[in-house]
């Protein structure tokens, strides 16, 4: 009769510890991906204040309201990667001491463990070549899809193109890889791939295998519609399929902002591929990605073999 009692007592304490860390798991990802959209609004803000205390009627009583508001509009457009660079810093600064003092990398099974050069050198390599692969390709269906699709990819791709050559590649290739890297898989992928595992009473391989998938399939979507349109979001998932793929084999966040900055960086090996003939780069550049792919399947496992 007292087993029977400590038993359903037992039972009870852990389905709370385990609604207890779903609960968490669920959390730390929301709140960071509400603390970046925050950030963004909030330096926004700040510029768009500082804007109009300068470009006023007051200031500027020559200017007519058409005149300031398209003046107060090319000041955004001119600082949009200064705003956006802000933002990122603030976020990694935020987390960094988030994560140096609380115990978020127990609650979502999220770590910076090192990798080995090798990986570092590889991923950085494959992002290159898949982009290019992914921006040649898109420069050829972009004649088959819907004009308003292939307008809204245009912009968001050329939002950062204001500020300069310099501060949009600081802008894409530094600090954007950190902070969705951070907050796609390191927090949200990792927080589903632990509510997965958290929920069954054994895990065994194939809730393994189970957890990857279904982390996989919510993480890319949901980064895809951050994205903001329907072409974006659709090459930004399978973008992040590769990643993900790569987060596992090399166990390492690090090689994952390499790989994403590379991929971002890619534009300029895609131009080059182009001089070969569009087609011709394409081929050139998906064959070399199933290579690296390859290649980076077995430099990854080996370094890991080393490191244990």
Not at 143 to 150: A, H, I, N, T
Not at 172 to 177: E, I, K, M, S, Y
Not at 201 to 224: D, L, M, N
Request: charged share 10%.
């Amino acid at each position: 009769m007292m087993d029977n009692i400590n038993d359903n007592i037992d039972s009870k304490q852990k389905n709370r510890n385990k609604a207890v860390t779903i609960i968490i798991a669920i959390l730390i990802p929301a709140a960071a991906c509400a603390g970046w959209t925050f950030l963004q609004i909030a330096v926004q803000l700040v510029m768009s204040i500082a804007s109009t205390a300068y470009i006023n009627p007051v200031n500027h009583p020559e200017l007519t309201p058409e005149q300031i508001e398209q003046a107060l509009n090319s000041v955004f457009y001119r600082y949009i990667s200064v705003m956006y660079i802000g933002a990122a810093v603030i976020f990694i600064v935020l987390f960094v001491l988030i994560y140096t003092k609380t115990g978020i990398k127990k609650a979502v099974n999220f770590s910076f463990v090192r990798a080995g050069y090798g990986t570092y050198a590889i991923s950085f390599i494959t992002g290159t070549f898949v982009g290019a692969f992914f921006n040649l390709l898109l420069s050829v269906l972009v004649k088959y899809l819907p004009q308003s699709w292939v307008e809204a990819n245009e912009e968001s791709v050329g939002a950062f193109d204001g500020g300069g050559l310099i501060l949009s590649l600081i802008a894409t290739v530094v600090f954007a890889p950190v902070v969705e890297e951070i907050i796609f898989r390191g927090l949200l992928y990792s927080a589903v791939k632990k509510i997965v595992i958290t929920i069954p009473k054994q895990v065994t391989h194939r809730v393994h295998i189970a957890s990857v998938i279904i982390s996989a399939a919510v993480a890319s979507a949901v980064f895809g519609i951050y994205h903001g349109n329907i072409l974006q979001a659709i090459y930004a998932g399978i973008l992040s399929l590769f990643m993900i793929w790569f987060y596992e084999l090399s166990g390492s966040l690090i090689s994952n902002i390499l790989f994403h900055a590379a991929f971002n960086f890619s534009g300029v090996v895609a131009g080059l591929l182009a001089l070969t003939g569009t087609y011709t780069g394409i081929a050139i550049s998906a064959v070399s990605s199933v290579i690296l792919m390859v290649v980076s399947y077995k430099i990854c496992r080996n370094e890991a073999r080393i490191n244990v």
